[in-house]
């Protein structure tokens, strides 16, 4: 079977097993879903239900705490004010209150009055197929009744009734508890119309009368839970409501239509069938497109590279003459190869040009040290013979020649041994003695040092420590010399007369050592900092005329400073001076180094 030919029975396979998943999806995650939905829905429609006969219940609740906490009541349930019942417990009254049954118990629990409201008025005492529900747990305990959970529905012969009881106290509502008030409502038509009109539900309640064999405290002991009907356009919820003793008493009814679920269903299953024809289709065109746009092109592609690494040929086409992305993308592969090819090939060259260009300065200053340093060498040794006058007495005027010969001679090994150490540097080939340095002694010889050429120049030299803990150092000693002097011969330099060159220790933020040299000549811009810190960079001015060098005296600075593991920081500003710094690491104290 050739590969098109797999790839096709995949595809289909692909294509068969996808529609086959999307129909399983569809009946047994979409439709439950939207059954589910429609549970959810109804079981709040229910919990609304219960919401309004709690809301229903607590209403009577308030009519009988304004009541029980009457003056009047309160001598009325202990045995005075007779006539209380008669001049404010009427029919007008208790329909205006919604409430049907009224209760008034006496301390220990005993029925002092009791009326109910019917269709024929008010009657004064409640018969027993009324109170047989409510006298057995009528002992108050300050938060409902003894062995109930306080307001709530409780049966009768008459119907479920929504009772609420609240202990009687004066009005101040100070002293021990004097009886108890219960007001109650059957739950008749009338409540239930109220309660359809307030939750816009279609609810009815229905509830079962004890039998002779079955009393109230055995028939309804098992509370169920909510029960589904569901037919084409409507969904009905069944569940039991408690009593206020968490029994059973009534069921209540609540139907709501299907239609936005239905609608959902079908728009649903229209639009997963539809789903599936359009997934059909387009592996179908994605097959063909992929057959005719990808697969030959690619194969095309694949045999251009192949011919490419065997001929070894970068300007041979393949697919490079086609029109669409194929063809674009083969002939920026080949302009890639060929530029990948030139940039090696310059690499290679600039490779080359560079270590040779690093070789000739190598040799030429190796062979510059060697022609320079022998005819020095005797020039200065022949100086000193004249001078010293190892021979005989000779004239001031030769002694003057010798002086000369010697200062010259000096100067440009100075130059030869700065240009080797650079080239040393450069190479990173610097060796450093490391050995206990004290830095007070050398800040004063570099000092005496360059006296000289500062009472040439009419410049102040200063020295500043503004750390006396920092003294000894662990570093190179000859290398911090050569340092220092670089730093403040530069600055001599770039000073004019009268001003002042200052060397001030110290420590850096981290604890390190600190050199600093501050100088108030012309300074640098930034990109005057840039050019002195190049090899062979010299900073153009009137003053840096005045004195000769190579300007390799800051670069080779720099390269000693990192051979320590320290910085070299400048600040400068033109017209303002400048500010060198030499960090050096906290580990290069030696009492640092004694505490590690």
């Known amino acids: 079977m050739s590969l098109r030919s797999r790839i096709l029975s995949v595809m289909a396979f692909i294509a068969v097993l996808m529609i086959a998943i999307t129909w399983i999806l569809l009946k047994s995650l979409v439709t439950p879903g939207f059954e589910n939905l429609e549970a959810a829905e109804a079981k709040r429609n229910l919990l609304r239900v219960e919401q309004a006969l709690a809301a229903e219940t607590e209403a009577i609740g308030r009519n009988a705490n304004d009541w029980s906490k009457w003056d009047e009541m309160a001598a009325f349930a202990t045995g005075g004010m007779a006539g209380f019942p008669t001049r404010n417990i009427s029919a007008a009254v208790l329909r205006d209150m919604g409430v049907d049954v009224v209760f008034v118990l006496a301390a220990n ?78 739950i008749d038509e009338a409540a239930v119309a109220a309660i359809r009109r307030r939750l816009q539900l279609d609810v009815e309640f229905r509830f079962d009368l004890p039998t002779a064999e079955h009393s109230f405290d055995t028939a309804r002991q098992v509370v169920r839970p909510p029960v589904f009907e569901r037919r084409e356009d409507t969904l009905t919820v069944i569940g039991d409501i408690q009593d206020i003793h968490g029994h059973h008493a009534l069921t209540a009814r609540v139907a709501m239509p299907r239609d936005a679920a239905l609608a959902a269903g079908h728009a649903v299953s229209l639009a997963m069938l539809l789903m599936v024809a359009a997934c059909g289709c387009a592996l179908v065109i994605l097959w063909l497109m992929l057959n005719r746009m990808i697969i030959a092109p690619v194969r095309g592609l694949t045999r251009h590279i192949l011919s490419i690494r065997t001929a070894g040929d970068l300007g041979r086409t393949g697919l490079a003459d086609r029109g669409d992305e194929i063809g674009a993308l083969a002939r920026e592969f080949d302009a890639l190869l060929r530029r990948v090819d030139d940039l090696i090939q310059e690499s290679e060259t600039a490779r080359r040009a560079a270590e040779q260009a690093s070789r000739t300065k190598t040799q030429f200053l190796a062979s510059m040290s060697h022609e320079l340093r022998t005819p020095l060498n005797a020039i200065i040794g022949f100086s000193e013979i004249i001078r010293d006058a190892m021979f005989g007495a000779s004239s001031a005027r030769y002694q003057d020649y010798a002086e000369d010969i010697h200062s010259s001679g000096q ?186």
């Open 109 to 186: 629990g005993d029925p002092i009055y009791g009326a109910m409201l019917d269709e024929n008025g008010l009657t004064v005492g409640v018969p027993p197929s009324v109170t047989r529900e409510i006298l057995p747990w009528r002992s108050w305990n300050g938060a409902g009744f003894e062995g109930a959970g306080g307001d709530g529905i409780v049966m009768s012969d008459n119907g479920p009734i929504m009772l609420a009881a609240r202990s009687i106290q004066p009005t101040n509502r100070e002293g021990p508890v004097l009886g108890t008030l219960l007001f109650g409502r059957l």
């Open 411 to 596: 100067h440009l090994l100075a130059l030869i041994n700065d240009i080797l150490d650079y080239s040393k540097a450069e190479a990173e080939r610097i060796e450093l003695h490391e050995e206990a340095v004290d830095l007070p002694r050398v800040i004063a010889a570099c000092r005496h040092l360059v006296e000289p050429l500062a009472r040439t120049g009419e410049i102040d030299i200063v020295t500043q420590f503004v750390d006396r803990s920092v003294r000894l150092v662990w570093a190179d000693e000859l290398r911090l010399r050569q340092i220092i002097l670089n730093l403040v011969t530069n600055a001599i330099k770039f000073t004019a007369p009268g001003g002042e060159v200052r060397m001030r220790v110290g420590r850096r933020a981290d604890g390190g050592p600190e050199i600093q040299v501050v100088d108030t000549g012309i300074g640098m811009s930034p990109e005057g900092i840039a050019k002195a810190l190049e090899p062979f960079g010299q900073i153009e001015s009137a003053l840096s005329r005045r004195h000769s060098g190579t300007g390799l005296g800051l670069p080779l600075a720099a390269h000693l400073v990192q051979a320590h593991g320290g910085e070299l920081i400048i600040e400068s500003a033109l017209g303002w001076g400048t500010t060198i710094k030499v960090g050096l690491p906290p580990a290069r104290l030696l009492e640092q180094r004694l505490s590690a």
